[in-house]
């Protein structure tokens, strides 16, 4: 079963206003880590946050952990169309590198 | 150039077919893994490797073979392959964590 939920599943916004994105996940966690994928293309790793860090900043990604909720947050600010993407959580669990992935939201960003 | 390299990109096939996807890696990674993406469902691990010689089952293995003889390398094999299993799917290395994400393949079988 998937470790991780997305919320929402779909997400349409105008280009400059920020765009929020949820995981939830099942089980203690080493490590949370966020992908995009573009259509048709693999994933590319946007920012990792271990399960001792609350927040994360990467230009205009920040990045929320909450492991008493098992919970954690995206946030893209002043949004482009370039953002259009789908974008997954990944959870790793601690003694090995296996990544288990949500079911992602679908941002688009409107011109 | 260095990297994540899958082939191939695009197959189509016929149930009961032996189909074989590559994956090859460029930095010497210890860990490789298979995923498929199905509308839906996201991405569900099928087969990892933390070394060359070392394989372990995903959340989906049935109907597929891995094998790791050197590092770099990290085949998938359908050993009979069934609609269930059309999708697209992705190899991934790790060192260190993060994951690197090969272009996928897109199978189709018939």
């Known amino acids: 079963s998937q470790q991780g939920e997305e919320d929402p599943q779909a997400l349409s916004i105008q280009e400059g206003e920020n765009a929020t994105m949820n995981c939830s996940y099942k089980?203690?966690?080493?490590?949370l880590q966020w992908y995009r994928q573009n259509s048709g293309r693999g994933l590319v790793h946007l920012i990792l946050?271990?399960?001792?860090?609350r927040e994360k900043h990467s230009g205009r990604l920040r990045v929320t952990l909450d492991t008493s909720k098992k919970s954690s947050s995206l946030l893209i600010t002043a949004s482009r169309a370039a953002d259009t993407a789908s974008y997954f959580c990944?959870?790793?669990?601690?003694?090995?590198?296996?990544?288990?992935f949500g079911t992602g939201t679908r941002l688009t960003i409107i011109p | 150039d260095a990297g994540i390299t899958q082939s191939p990109r695009y197959k189509i096939t016929e149930t009961g077919r032996q189909v074989t996807l590559m994956c090859h890696q460029t930095?010497?990674?210890?860990?490789m893994f298979w995923y498929r993406q199905d509308l839906g469902h996201g991405l569900r691990l099928i087969y990892y490797?933390?070394?060359?010689?070392?394989?372990d089952k995903g959340e989906v293995p049935d109907g597929y073979v891995v094998s790791r003889s050197k590092t770099e390398n990290f085949p998938l094999t359908l050993e009979s392959a069934t609609r269930s299993q059309t999708s697209v799917y992705f190899c991934?290395?790790?060192?260190?964590?993060?994951?690197?994400f090969g272009p996928g393949t897109r199978l189709t079988v018939l």
């Open positions: 930095w010497s990674h210890s860990y």
């Open positions: 089980t203690s966690i080493n490590n």
């Open positions: 946050i271990r399960s001792n860090e």
């Open positions: 991934a290395s790790s060192e260190g964590i993060r994951g690197f």
């Open positions: 490797s933390a070394a060359a010689d070392i394989t």
């Open positions: 990944a959870t790793a669990n601690f003694g090995n590198e296996k990544l288990t």
